[in-house]
C-alpha cells in the first residue's frame, strides 16, 4: 500500500521565487517594507460607481487607504438653493438612484418639518409613503445583496435578485409613471394616487418576493465560500461605529439598535409592528444577515399596511401648499391665484432652519434646511449616509488582505451618487 | 432626559458662552459665541452629556452679513435619544475654526467638504484637502457669490472647466438668475451666455423702471 504523501501545489510566483537564486544584498529582509501603491477605481466593478481608493499595500497586506470621492459630484445642494421646494423633488431621485421612492418621501417630509405640516398628512398619504419606502429599501437590498454575492463571486445570486427587483420596477413604474425617476412624492402629498389594481399586484409581489429572499438565503448564508471570505472579515467594533457615525444596516451590523423608524417614529411607523435586526460582531457577515432580515420586516411593514390603508385624499387640503385641483383652477379665482403663487413662487415656507433623518435603505438621510421664508431655501444641505459610512474605509481597510477590500466594500452597499451628491 | 434640560446643562457648564436655547419645530438649537471654544464644548457634551454621535457638520453662507459664514453642527445620543444644533459664527477674514476630529472622527470628511465647498479652514484637521472638487480647484462654489453656471478655471487637464455644454439651449433653464423670469428659457438673449442674459435682463427692467413702464422681461428680441 502506497504512503501517503503530503503534495504541496506552489504557485507560478512562488516556483520562480524559489528557482531563482537570490541576488546578493536583495535578501527578504530588505523587501520588507517596500510599499507597493495600487489605484483601485474610479471605474472598477467593486466599487460599484466612480469611487476611487488609493492603497498602500505590502505584498497583499494593506497598510494605508485613501478614498476619493466625487467623481459624480454635480451641486446638488448649490442647485436647491436656487429652486423651489417642489422643483427640487426630481433632484432627490439622482442622490440614492437605487431607493429614489425613499429619497422622495425623506425630503417631502424636511420640507413638511419646516412648514410644520408633517403631522397633518392625510392618513393615505402617509400609508402609501411607508409603502413607498419599504419597497425602496426591499429593491435597495436586494441589489445590494445580489451585488455583494457577485462580488464574491457568485454569480446566481445577482441574476436571482435583479428579477425580483424587476418586479418592484413594474409596481413604482405603475404607481408613479416612471420606474427609476419617481419623483412621486410632492410637498403636502403625492404626485398621484394608486391605479385600480395595485393593492393586488403588490400583494402578488410580497407572496412571491419572501420565497426569493429565502432561496437567496439558501444560496448564501451556509455558502462555505461566502462565509469565509466575509466572516471575520471587516470587523467594526460599537464604539468605531458611532465614532464615524455610521448608519443604517452598517450600525446595525456593529450591534447597535438604532432605527429611525423606531427612535423617532414618522408617518405611520409607530402603528406599525417590525423588527429591528441587529448583528453581533459588525463583521460583513453580520451586515449581510441584518439586509437580509431587514427584507423580511419591511415584506410584514408593507402587508400591514396594505391591510389597514384607507381611502380619502392622498394631499393636504391647503392650497398654498399642493397644487388646486385643475377643474378647480380652471373656473374659480382663489385656485387659480394659489395655482400662480405655487407655480412661480414655490411654497411660502417660514424662517427658520429643521434637521430630518430618515431611515432610508442605506443609512440616516438627513435633510438641513435653512430658511430665510419664500419659496426657495437659502441652504439646503444633504446628509447622505453612503458619504459618512465611507469615511470609515481609511481605517477599516488596513489590516486586511487586498481581496478583502472587495468583500468590505459589497459589505457597505453605499451608492456614489448619494455620496458625492 | 429631554434635550431642552440637556441643552440647559450644557449651558450652565459654559455661562456667558452659549446662548439661550431656541426651539424651532421641536428641534433646539444654541449659538456658541466664540467658534475657537467649539472643540472643548463637543469634546465635554460627549463626554458628560451622552452625545456620543455626530450626525452632522455643515456651513451657511450668510452673504453680506457680517459675520459671514456660521458652522452648524448636528449633536445626537444613542442613549437618551437627544439631538441639539450648535452654532458659531466665522467671520471672512479669518475662515478658519478649530477641528472636532479630535471629539469625534467622523467630523474629519464633513470639515473637508466644508473646506471644500465654503472654503473655510480647519485648523489641526489631520488631512485637510479638497474631498469632492479636484484639488488645485481655484473656487468655493457654495459661496453665494459664486453662480450656479459656474465658473471657467484655468486648470488644462480637467475637461470640463467651461459651463456645462446644454448650458443655455432652448429648453434649458438659465442658471443662476434670482427669480422665475429671469430663468425662464424664452426669455434668453440669443447668442450670449446665462450670466450675460441675466445682466442684460436686469439693466432692460431698470431702464423700463426708470421710464415707468411695468416689471418684466418685455418682448422677446427677434433672432437674425
Known amino acids: 500500500m502506497a504512503e501517503a504523501q503530503n503534495i504541496q501545489f506552489k504557485d507560478a510566483a512562488a516556483r520562480l521565487a524559489e528557482s531563482a537564486p537570490t541576488p546578493p544584498g536583495q535578501e527578504r529582509g530588505d523587501l520588507e517594507g517596500e510599499k507597493m501603491v495600487l489605484n483601485v477605481g474610479p471605474s472598477h466593478p467593486a466599487t460599484h460607481g466612480v469611487l476611487r481608493i488609493v492603497l498602500e499595500l505590502d505584498g497583499e497586506i494593506i497598510t494605508a487607504a485613501r478614498p476619493e470621492g466625487g467623481y459624480l459630484h454635480r451641486g446638488d445642494e448649490k442647485i436647491a438653493e436656487n429652486f423651489t421646494y417642489t422643483q427640487f423633488i426630481p433632484y432627490t431621485d439622482r442622490l440614492d438612484y437605487l431607493a429614489p421612492l425613499a429619497n422622495n418621501v425623506a425630503y417631502a417630509l424636511a420640507v413638511e418639518k419646516l412648514l410644520g405640516i408633517d403631522r397633518q398628512l392625510t392618513p393615505r398619504c402617509q400609508f402609501i409613503r411607508v409603502i413607498c419606502c419599504e419597497l425602496a429599501r426591499i429593491s435597495s437590498h436586494l441589489l445590494g445583496v445580489g451585488c455583494y454575492a457577485m462580488d464574491c463571486g457568485a454569480m446566481t445570486v445577482f441574476l436571482h435578485t435583479f428579477t425580483e427587483r424587476e418586479k418592484i420596477h413594474n409596481l413604482c413604474e405603475a404607481l408613479t409613471g416612471a420606474r427609476f425617476t419617481t419623483a412621486y412624492t410632492r410637498i403636502g402629498g403625492l404626485s398621484r394616487d394608486m391605479p385600480p389594481g395595485w393593492v393586488e399586484q403588490c400583494r402578488k409581489f410580497l407572496n412571491e418576493v419572501v420565497v426569493n429572499i429565502d432561496e437567496t438565503e439558501t444560496f448564501l448564508t451556509r455558502n462555505r465560500i461566502f462565509v469565509d471570505r466575509t466572516q471575520g472579515v471587516g470587523v467594526i467594533p460599537r464604539e468605531v461605529a458611532i465614532d464615524y457615525g455610521m448608519t443604517g444596516p452598517n450600525l446595525r451590523g456593529s450591534g447597535i439598535e438604532h432605527d429611525l423608524r423606531k427612535a423617532h417614529p414618522y408617518l405611520v411607523y409607530d402603528q406599525l409592528k417590525f423588527d429591528v435586526p441587529v448583528g453581533s460582531t459588525g463583521d460583513c457577515y453580520d451586515r449581510y444577515l441584518v439586509r437580509m432580515e431587514e427584507m423580511r420586516q419591511s415584506v410584514r411593514i408593507v402587508h400591514q399596511c396594505l391591510d389597514q390603508l384607507p381611502g380619502g385624499p392622498i394631499n393636504v387640503p391647503d392650497g398654498k401648499i399642493v397644487l388646486p385641483p385643475k377643474d378647480r383652477v380652471l373656473t374659480r379665482m382663489e385656485e387659480l391665484i394659489h395655482h400662480f403663487m405655487n407655480v412661480t413662487q414655490g411654497v411660502n415656507a417660514p424662517p427658520g432652519e429643521i434637521y430630518f433623518g430618515h431611515e432610508n435603505p442605506k443609512g440616516e438621510l438627513g435633510f438641513y434646511i435653512n430658511s430665510k421664508g419664500g419659496g426657495t431655501p437659502h441652504r439646503l444641505k444633504i446628509r447622505s449616509p453612503s458619504f459618512v459610512n465611507l469615511s470609515i474605509l481609511s481605517w477599516l481597510l488596513p489590516r486586511h488582505m487586498l481581496s478583502d477590500v472587495v468583500a468590505i466594500l459589497g459589505s457597505f452597499d453605499f451608492v456614489m451618487g448619494e455620496c458625492d451628491r | ?224
Open chain 2, 1 to 224: 432626559m429631554t434635550a431642552l434640560e440637556l441643552a440647559q446643562q450644557l449651558r450652565a457648564k459654559f455661562p456667558g458662552l452659549i446662548s439661550e436655547p431656541v426651539e424651532f419645530r421641536g428641534e433646539i438649537t444654541f449659538k456658541v459665541s466664540d467658534a475657537e471654544r467649539m472643540p472643548e464644548i463637543c469634546a465635554l457634551a460627549k463626554a458628560e452629556l451622552g452625545f456620543d454621535y455626530l450626525v452632522d457638520i455643515t456651513s451657511v453662507d450668510n452673504y453680506g452679513d457680517d459675520p459671514r459664514f456660521t458652522l452648524v453642527y448636528h449633536l445626537y445620543g444613542y442613549g437618551h435619544l437627544c439631538a441639539l444644533r450648535l452654532k458659531a459664527d466665522v467671520s471672512e477674514e479669518k475662515g478658519e475654526a478649530p477641528t472636532v476630529t479630535g471629539v469625534w472622527r467622523t467630523a474629519d470628511w464633513h470639515e473637508r467638504e466644508i473646506y471644500d465647498m465654503m472654503g473655510i479652514r480647519f485648523r489641526g484637521h489631520p488631512d485637510l484637502r479638497r474631498i469632492l472638487m479636484w484639488e488645485g480647484y481655484p473656487h468655493s462654489p457654495l459661496r453665494k457669490d459664486f453662480p450656479l453656471a459656474g465658473k471657467p478655471t484655468d486648470v488644462p487637464q480637467v475637461a470640463f472647466t467651461d459651463a456645462a455644454p446644454l448650458a443655455g439651449g432652448p429648453f434649458v433653464t438659465i442658471a443662476g438668475g434670482k427669480d422665475a423670469i429671469s430663468r425662464e428659457p424664452r426669455v434668453r438673449i440669443p447668442n450670449t451666455d446665462a450670466l450675460e442674459t441675466n445682466a442684460r435682463l436686469e439693466r432692460r427692467r431698470d431702464t423700463k423702471e426708470a421710464h415707468g413702464h411695468s416689471h418684466g422681461p418685455g418682448p422677446i428680441e427677434p433672432k437674425q
